[in-house]
């Protein structure tokens, strides 16, 4: 399958402070998704994402399909925020494989 | 009301005891997925479904089965739980082809005692 590697593991920030989350891939994908999963355990869909650059409100994506990679930003940090981020990719809309997530902390 | 619904959303059994999962949605997808999330991991596919007469195994099927009685519902069952069996478990469902955004049920916590 598909070896999917998120970094950082572990992620602490002051609220208002930017961050960058990376999802690298070992195989051609064609599908990729980023997901918040909020402390509570509920998957909240951020970005659906299989090539190019998308915002929504502080957070915005890029994936670079050619070269196995994608990045989450999260700009001005809340401690909404705080949780574990996920990147899935799937290849031909089959199986997907996730990432071990970022777990993301944002203090007041 | 929630596009994918998971019933139970806890539930705690004992060791050797049959348990069903439920998974309905509402968006009209063919695809559907049982995921299970152990603590500090990603999800790890346990079936997946493409339509009502087409069932595959994922990543981790052993001790799972699963039935897809409906286009708008896909069950997972444990024949005989076991105590590694204790994890978060997530339905997802997606359309086919480029439009293959998955969505997520709420998940369900199961607990084998």
């Known amino acids: 399958g598909i070896q999917v590697e998120q970094s950082p593991p572990d992620l602490i920030l002051q609220e208002g402070a930017n961050s960058t989350l990376r999802c690298n891939f070992s195989?051609?994908?064609?599908?990729l998704q980023w997901f918040h999963q909020n402390p509570w355990g509920q998957l909240i869909n951020l970005f659906y994402i299989p090539s190019g650059t998308k915002q929504n409100g502080r957070l915005s994506a890029t994936t670079v399909a050619t070269e196995r990679y994608s990045l989450l930003y999260i700009s001005s940090s809340q401690t909404t925020d705080s949780g574990v981020y996920f990147c899935a990719v799937s290849y031909n809309f089959n199986k997907f494989y996730f990432g071990s997530g970022t777990k993301l902390n944002v203090k007041p | 009301d929630a596009d994918v619904t998971q019933t139970p959303r806890n539930r705690i059994t004992k060791t050797g005891k049959r348990i069903m999962l439920e998974c309905s949605q509402t968006?009209?997808?063919?695809?559907m997925y049982w995921y299970r999330q152990d603590p500090g991991l990603g999800l790890r596919l346990i079936y997946y479904s493409f339509d009502v007469k087409d069932i595959n195994k994922g990543e981790i099927s052993d001790g799972y089965s699963v039935s897809r009685q409906a286009q708008a519902k896909f069950s997972l069952s444990l024949e005989s739980a076991i105590p590694n069996q204790t994890a978060l478990y997530f339905c997802?469902?997606?359309?086919?082809?480029?439009?293959?955004?998955?969505?997520f049920g709420p998940g369900t916590r199961l607990t084998v005692l």
């Open positions: 968006k009209g997808h063919d695809r």
């Open positions: 195989d051609s994908v064609n599908n």
């Open positions: 997802a469902t997606s359309l086919a082809g480029v439009q293959g955004e998955q969505f």
